[in-house]
């Protein structure tokens, strides 16, 4: 089946550490999206890519980094730099053009401890 | 900056009423809207979507009004169920770009 998956679905970090996300997709979509979502709360953009290569902060950037090696793939690193990482983190993907829904994994809890 | 809804109120509907759940967007540059339904734990899913070309559209249960005068959208929900019970999400794009801006979401919270 298509679709979006994320992994693992719960994660426990150090501080300190880093610790990487993984979003893999086999939709043959262009764009992905890193998501955060603190309790209660909306959705921050963190990270996007639109092409294999290329990516551009979104609003929360600041802590996190990401690669498109793959058409496929789009991981999220939380560094240790990330202050308060505790939070539900989304991946997503759509097609390029901006007039189409995205479809969303089913998320990452990530717990610092 | 520019933001889509920012607070995330709580909506209770007696099971079988209407539900409307609203949202203020403030790109005006923005002509691409989707209504998501986030169940606990969960990932988003889509419910609607609608175009700037265009004030109103319907689902099964649901429909979306947009008023781009005033920069807003709501989304209405039919005879409520208690699957309808979730967070939902207006998001906005623009055709020019892929930079899809959540707003802070709705709880509902059905009553039998």
């Known amino acids: 089946d298509g679709g979006i998956t994320q992994s693992p679905k719960y994660l426990f970090r150090k501080e300190g550490q880093n610790v990487t996300l993984s979003c893999e997709q086999n939709?043959?979509?262009?764009?992905m999206y890193w998501y955060r979502q603190d309790p209660g709360q909306g959705l921050r953009l963190i990270y996007y890519s639109q092409i294999v290569n290329d990516f551009q902060k979104g609003d929360i950037a600041e802590g996190y980094s990401v690669s498109r090696e793959k058409k496929e793939s789009f991981p999220l690193t939380v560094t240790s730099a990330q202050k308060n990482p505790t939070a539900f983190y989304l991946c997503?993907?759509?097609?390029?053009?901006?007039?189409?829904?995205?479809?969303f994994g089913q998320g990452t809890r990530l717990t610092v401890v | 900056g520019e933001s889509v809804g920012l607070h995330l109120p709580t909506l209770s509907v007696q099971e079988g009423d209407n539900s409307i759940i609203n949202c203020a967007y403030s790109?005006?540059?923005?002509?691409?809207f989707i209504w998501y339904k986030q169940e606990s734990g969960k990932g988003p899913q889509f419910i609607i979507d609608i175009r700037s070309n265009m004030d109103k559209r319907q689902g099964q249960r649901v429909t979306v009004l947009l008023n781009k005068t005033v920069k807003h959208l709501s989304l209405q929900i039919a005879a409520t169920q208690p699957g309808d019970s979730a967070v939902y999400f207006c998001a906005e794009n623009q055709a020019a770009g892929n930079k899809l801006t959540f707003g802070g979401g709705t709880r509902v919270l059905v009553k039998p």
């Open positions: 790109n005006s540059a923005s002509d691409y």
């Open positions: 997503a993907s759509s097609i390029l053009g901006g007039q189409a829904e995205a479809f």
């Open positions: 939709l043959n979509h262009d764009a």
